[in-house]
């Protein structure tokens, strides 16, 4: 899925993923983003893992100015660079997530939301395994994904994404229970309360699974 947002669904594109998202799902946008952000300090040095074209580091500008994207699509970096982040101190950059550039205990604060724990199409225990690496001792992770009580709400998004051929036809023989399949080769997974209970079940860090708005699964991880 990395080739998908890197050639097919960025920058502009991407921004229009979100600017057709119905009302219940701009709601889900505004939960994710409020969860985030009443956990940054003005302090916090912040990484957001799947930072896209920066949608939520601007949301997060008013909580702190040391704020870090990265992401694998270089246009939706440069577009929100010119667009959305032209006069901030906020550092978009090309990186892999399970091969951070950064040196060990670097951020205060670390996320990935919006079902990037998916998006990123990697091992989701070495993604959260190198987040822990460049969180400082303390410090907070978060990682987020579809509740199975948004489903529909979820699929009339992405059958308006595939309507608008940003994404490719949806293949309803193969959709469902949480996974949605295009045409083209798009494939869009969740991660439920059991499989976040999972991934973390072999860290010795303090773990919190949640539910936000009927919408979001969120795991907290203390470094």
Same mark, same amino acid.
């Given at each position: 899925?990395?080739?998908?947002?890197?050639?097919? *669904?960025?920058? =502009?594109? *991407?921004?229009?993923?979100?600017?057709?998202?119905?009302?219940?799902?701009?709601?889900?946008?505004?939960?994710? %983003?409020?969860?985030? @952000?009443?956990? #940054?300090?003005?302090?916090?040095?912040?990484?957001?893992? +799947?930072?896209?074209?920066?949608?939520?580091? =601007?949301?997060?500008?008013?909580?702190?100015?040391?704020?870090? +994207?990265?992401?694998? @699509?270089? /246009?939706?970096?440069?577009?929100?660079?010119?667009?959305?982040?032209? @006069?901030?101190?906020?550092?978009?950059?090309?990186?892999?997530? #399970?091969?951070?550039?950064?040196?060990?205990?670097?951020?205060?604060?670390?996320?990935?939301?919006?079902? +990037? %724990?998916?998006?990123?199409?990697?091992?989701?225990?070495?993604? #959260?395994? /190198?987040?822990?690496?460049?969180?400082?001792?303390?410090?907070?992770?978060?990682?987020?994904?579809?509740?199975?009580?948004?489903?529909?709400?979820?699929?009339?998004?992405?059958?308006?994404?595939?309507?608008?051929?940003?994404?490719? /036809? %949806?293949?309803?023989?193969?959709?469902?229970?949480?996974?949605? #399949?295009?045409?083209? +080769?798009?494939?869009?997974?969740?991660?439920?309360?059991?499989?976040? =209970?999972?991934?973390?079940?072999? *860290?010795?860090?303090?773990?919190?699974?949640?539910?936000?708005?009927?919408?979001?699964?969120?795991?907290?991880? %203390?470094?």
């Amino acid at each position: 899925m990395t080739d998908y947002y890197s050639k097919k *669904l960025s920058a =502009e594109r *991407l921004k229009l993923c979100y600017k057709l998202a119905p009302p219940r799902v701009q709601q889900y946008f505004e939960a994710e %983003i409020n969860t985030v @952000s009443k956990r #940054i300090n003005p302090s916090d040095v912040v990484l957001e893992l +799947g930072c896209g074209y920066g949608r939520v580091l =601007e949301k997060l500008l008013p909580r702190t100015k040391n704020l870090f +994207g990265i992401d694998v @699509s270089y /246009e939706s970096l440069l577009y929100g660079t010119n667009e959305f982040l032209p @006069s901030t101190d906020c550092l978009l950059m090309v990186m892999d997530g #399970i091969a951070l550039g950064f040196k060990d205990d670097k951020f205060d604060f670390v996320f990935c939301i919006q079902n +990037g %724990i998916s998006a990123f199409d990697v091992n989701p225990k070495s993604l #959260i395994k /190198e987040a822990l690496r460049v969180t400082k001792p303390g410090g907070r992770l978060l990682f987020s994904s579809y509740s199975h009580k948004f489903w529909n709400d979820r699929l009339k998004w992405f059958e308006l994404q595939a309507e608008s051929g940003l994404i490719g /036809e %949806i293949d309803y023989e193969l959709t469902g229970n949480g996974v949605i #399949i295009c045409k083209d +080769g798009f494939k869009a997974t969740t991660f439920s309360h059991i499989d976040f =209970e999972m991934l973390t079940s072999d *860290l010795d860090n303090d773990v919190k699974i949640f539910e936000v708005d009927y919408s979001a699964f969120f795991c907290e991880i %203390i470094a």
